[in-house]
């Protein structure tokens, strides 16, 4: 019989290290900690210093309400925390900490002070512990709250210390730490020293001078308030506008409940409400804050407890980005070489005794009735909306226009007697055109191509049949690869309006096309944007049929240098100010800038009075 035996449990110290090797990976580490902590306290004015990087000091002050001397000893020991009691608490985490891990791990590879004071209590007490004695616990005259200084992290665990970035790159890394904090909680006082050159003192405010405090008052107006709430979930805080996006996503802040957390899913959600508002390789701003219950998440992911699972994601996905699509909806951001803002579209007042309250909308470029109700396009009723797309050779009708104008003709400006605007074609590339306060500048390239990339990703969405069948459908030879994406794509591809048959591997029939190719162009609509597709695929953007609308657009498009009919140009501005996002391009660049009088006459310094005079 054998009875030796080779299992046996751990010492304390060393189990400690074995998870400190996933709590505490680097001072950095530490710092986050202790502030959640110093948080979790309660503390209203939070300080850290580090020395080294954090590599031979951490020390954080707080004036919270303390810990007891009979919690001392515990405070450090493995699972001891006075944050959740029962199985369900961990269900509803309202606190930063609850693993009860963090100073038990510090304290296993570092040399450990705790300083505290109870709110109230006249004295307070010390906790001096290295890895591996039994802590010391004495009087020590501090004020009330805590204090814990981390001394020579890893000291014992050379593996580690080795492992550790330069000092400059840690230091970099508790830096962003702080601010996250610094933005989490803007109604706390943080103060930071790096030796002993204050890095910041950010006095209790709000959030948006919080930001102010962090990245300059400039940065923090310019910011577009985001307030939104939906399925119990509340999204706050400010977004960058798309100008101001950044190379990196190091300046996109998430908080959940307050806690900073990490989400690709939610990153990708407010990306994607940015649509193509932004450049190649851009990524916008943010510091969003997303408050709901608790239950609804679990944050009890990861040790770090950075990574967070939502019950239900996609709810969570789709709520936030509605709430960065309508913050962004409520500001105009329209390229203008101005001063004061001003949408395409013009209200104009009703006088109509059966509706005193309605307005009319019509779109100052072109004269055209948009709307009779006073809101922005984006949110028209989709029977507002140009239901079909006109193919070129078939003009669109807009069908409430005619319907409006009947009602509209006490309006001061109605469609129908609008003056005729005047448009002028530039070197074939750009259209002027004549507005009732200026005049505008279009790319016409640019302009056409987000038409089509918006009447593409609709197509795709099957709001409508963007598809016109071919009287003679037509056989393309093509790579083996290409029948292979073709085949990949299909599905979005026939609902674009390319529907064609595969006959062997190296030759397909086209059957239709996208309304808006032109006809002699049906196969060079198609091997072009299938080349376009797969040189830009997986770059530019997340999301196949957002790439593919692209392509699409991008080789469909009329093009620089191609002569307009007065009649071409007309539809083109027509339909561009009914997109969604008529001031970019699919790839980011402008396609209008605005030039209003107003900003003319200051340039030839002419007062406004004489302006209007008839000199
Ligand atoms: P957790 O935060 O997960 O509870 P920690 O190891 O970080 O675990 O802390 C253990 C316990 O020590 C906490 O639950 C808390 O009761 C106490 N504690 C730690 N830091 C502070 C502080 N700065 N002020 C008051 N109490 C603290
Ligand atoms: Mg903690």
Request: proline share 6%; with cysteine.
């Amino acid at each position: 019989m054998d009875t030796a035996r080779e299992i046996h449990l751990l010492p304390e110290f060393i189990a400690n290290q074995i998870a400190a090797g996933e709590v505490v990976q680097r001072p950095e580490s530490v710092v986050k900690e202790l502030v959640e902590n110093a948080i979790d306290a309660e503390a209203t004015t939070i300080s850290v210093v580090v020395r080294k990087a954090g590599k031979t000091l951490i020390h954080v002050v707080d004036d919270g309400k303390g810990i007891s001397k009979d919690d001392l000893p515990l405070a450090i020991k493995r699972h001891a925390t006075s944050k959740i009691q029962t199985a369900e608490d961990l269900h509803r985490i309202l606190t930063l900490g609850f693993r009860g891990e963090a100073l038990a791990s510090i304290a296993s590879v570092s040399q450990l002070e705790i300083r505290s004071r109870r709110r109230g209590n006249s004295t307070g007490w010390r906790l001096l512990s290295t890895p591996t004695a039994e802590p010391k616990i004495e009087p020590y005259q501090c004020d009330e709250g805590t204090q814990v200084i981390v001394k020579n992290l890893f000291y014992n665990v050379p593996a580690r210390r080795k492992f550790l970035k330069s000092d400059l790159a840690e230091f970099r890394l508790i830096a962003d730490t702080m601010r996250k904090f610094a933005l989490g909680y803007p109604q706390l006082r943080f103060v930071f020293y790096d030796e002993d050159s204050l890095v910041f003192d950010l006095s209790p405010t709000t959030l948006l001078e919080r930001i102010a405090q962090l990245f300059g008052e400039e940065y923090a107006h310019s910011m577009i308030p985001v307030e939104w709430e939906e399925h119990q979930i509340r999204i706050t805080g400010y977004i960058g506008q798309p100008d101001f996006a950044k190379k990196s996503r190091s300046e996109q802040f998430l908080f959940l409940n307050h806690r900073p957390i990490l989400s690709r899913q939610i990153q990708h959600a407010v990306y994607s409400a940015y649509e193509h508002l932004l450049e190649e390789a851009r990524y916008p701003v943010f510091v969003l804050f997303l408050h709901l219950d608790p239950t609804q998440v679990d944050v009890n992911v990861h040790p770090q407890k950075q990574e967070v699972k939502f019950e239900d994601e996609r709810t969570v996905y789709a709520v936030v980005r509605t709430a960065v699509t309508e913050a962004l909806a409520s500001v105009d951001l329209t390229p203008r070489i101005g001063i004061d803002a001003t949408t395409p579209f013009e209200k104009l007042q009703i006088q109509s005794p059966q509706k005193p309250e309605e307005t009319l909308l019509v779109n100052r470029l072109t004269g055209e009735v948009i709307s009779s109700k006073s809101q922005s396009y984006t949110k028209l009723p989709q029977e507002l909306r140009p239901t079909s797309p006109p193919s070129s050779a078939t003009p669109p009708s807009s069908p409430p226009a005619t319907a409006l104008i009947a009602t509209a003709a006490p309006a001061k400006a109605p469609a129908s007697t609008a003056p005729s605007r005047r448009f002028l074609q530039l070197h074939n590339k750009y259209i002027v055109v004549e507005t009732s306060e200026g005049f505008a500048l279009i790319d016409q390239h640019a302009a056409h191509e987000r038409i089509l990339y918006e009447r593409a990703m609709r197509a795709m969405n099957r709001e409508f049949q963007y598809a016109q069948k071919l009287l003679f459908p037509i056989k393309i030879e093509l790579s083996a690869s290409d029948i292979a994406l073709l085949q990949e794509l299909q599905s979005l591809l026939e609902n674009l309006g390319f529907q064609f048959a595969i006959v062997d591997n190296t030759t397909v029939e086209l059957l239709s096309v996208p309304q808006d190719v032109p006809g002699n162009r049906e196969q060079q609509a198609l091997v072009d944007m299938l080349h376009d597709y797969k040189e830009r695929a997986a770059l530019e953007y997340p999301q196949q049929r957002e790439q593919l609308a692209a392509s699409f657009a991008c080789k469909a498009a009329i093009k620089s240098g191609d002569r307009l009919s007065e009649e071409e140009m007309q539809q083109l501005i027509t339909d561009l100010y009914q997109c969604h996002s008529p001031y970019v391009c699919p790839h980011g660049r402008p396609t209008v800038f605005e030039f209003p009088l107003k900003e003319l006459d200051l340039r030839f310094s002419r007062t406004p009075v004489q302006s209007k005079g008839a000199d």
